[in-house]
């Protein structure tokens, strides 16, 4: 039983966040730990309220897993704060040949901000840097590299500004773009590709990103390579938005046991 570790906020809701890479993790048969950044009260409608976690009490948390359990890859997703970036920025410094997946959660599906501006330069300088992959939406990329995306060419000259920031490879997830298909942008650094899928009408969309991450930081923890484990990971997500129950009155969370 291998060990992944998460670094995010909660979603009360249990379809993103920590809720959801914890499942996630479960569902590709690894033992989750976590850190927990901050509270949120929020369900399939929206976030209603944030309380960040003290940074101090972060530190703890990630010194207590990775001093005890043999955590084999890292994700990181909503960070919330300047001062939380750079707790888990001085955390992983000490463990650099852990495959690390950052998500830069900046937005909720509902539009509330989870992540302060004074954050984003610091997850730019010393975040990024540390990342084996990085994983942004359209909105995500457009804000880490200041260029608008509209177009093939513009997306794929954004994942080259975030690899010149010092991470390692991006995937530009196309999720929440228009088309029937879709298409996932992976930049690593050798080659751009492109990664399709089914487009698939629903509201079983809620944790979406969160999912994504989780399951390529699985694959990485178990061994897999970074290409098999983001098409692995894209499958993975489209499965479980196919076999999502109708929870809730807005976008509701995906199926992540529907393999069982």
């Not at 890479?21 to 850190?35: R, W, Y």
């Not at 101090?56 to 919330?80: E, H, N, S, Y």
């Not at 997946?101 to 599906?109: A, F, H, I, K, Q």
Request: one cysteine or more; glycine letters at 8%.
């Amino acid at each position: 039983m291998r060990t992944a570790l998460t670094i995010a906020g909660s979603d009360s809701g249990g379809g993103a966040g920590i809720q959801a890479d914890l499942k996630t993790f479960a569902a590709h048969e690894l033992h989750g730990v976590c850190a927990v950044t901050a509270v949120t009260a929020q369900n399939t409608l929206g976030v209603t309220a944030i309380e960040s976690v003290n940074p101090p009490v972060v530190a703890a948390q990630i010194d207590a897993v990775l001093q005890d359990f043999d955590v084999r890859a890292i994700k990181t997703g909503m960070l919330a704060t300047r001062a939380i970036v750079a707790v888990v920025c001085d955390r992983l410094d000490a463990y650099p040949s852990l495959p690390l997946v950052v998500d830069p959660v900046l937005v909720s599906t509902s539009g509330h901000a989870l992540l302060d501006e004074e954050a984003l330069s610091l997850v730019r300088m010393r975040l990024l840097p540390r990342a084996t992959l990085v994983t942004p939406n359209r909105h995500e990329a457009e804000v880490l590299t200041g260029q608008r995306i509209t177009t093939p060419q513009e997306a794929a000259a954004a994942t080259a500004s975030l690899r010149e920031m010092g991470v390692a490879a991006v995937v530009l997830t196309g999720g929440d773009e228009d088309g029937l298909e879709s298409i996932d942008l992976l930049d690593d650094g050798d080659r751009v590709s492109e990664l399709r899928g089914a487009r698939l009408e629903t509201r079983a969309t809620h944790g979406t990103g969160c999912t994504f991450s989780a399951a390529v930081t699985a694959r990485l923890a178990r061994g897999a390579s970074l290409d098999d484990a983001v098409t692995a990971a894209k499958r993975y997500v489209e499965s479980a938005i196919r076999h999502a129950y109708p929870l809730g009155r807005g976008r509701g969370p995906l199926n992540h046991f529907w393999r069982k």
